[in-house]
């Protein structure tokens, strides 16, 4: 499985931005999908993630309120809406596919990851 993570880049406090992620694969639309973040120095973490089918979506509670994920199985695409960014809301981005059709928030239950995308949030 392929993914290819856009969207990233540089915008104030408070603004918006939407990252996408396309899957070449069919075995996206029986997948869950999430999102997660890496800023510089940390670790990983887990962001958001959504069923197969989009019917339960999870979210980090840095991000509840703020960012939304979405799903549109016909396009093979995955997105996360980022709303009132905050600088801590600094890192790359990367999407992945999970084994399974869970919105899974556990980093091992993904198998298959994107390059990233850069997201920087100025104050």
């Known amino acids: 499985v392929q993914l290819q993570a856009s969207g990233g880049g540089f915008v104030q406090a408070g603004g918006s931005l939407r990252l996408s992620c396309v899957a070449t694969?069919?075995?996206?639309?029986?997948?869950?999908m999430g999102w997660f973040r890496q800023a510089s120095g940390k670790e990983r973490s887990f962001v958001a993630a959504?069923?197969?089918?989009?019917?339960?979506?999870r979210y980090a509670d840095s991000v509840k309120e703020r960012f939304t994920i979405s799903r549109d199985n016909i396009k093979n695409t995955v997105y996360l809406q980022m709303n009132r960014l905050e600088p801590e809301d600094t890192a790359v981005y990367y999407c992945?596919?999970?084994?399974?059709?869970?919105?899974?928030?556990?980093?091992?239950?993904?198998?298959?990851w994107g390059q990233g995308t850069l997201v920087t949030v100025s104050s």
């Open positions: 959504i069923s197969a089918r989009g019917s339960r979506t």
């Open positions: 694969d069919r075995t996206f639309e029986w997948s869950g």
């Open positions: 992945a596919q999970a084994y399974g059709s869970d919105a899974a928030t556990a980093a091992p239950r993904y198998t298959d």
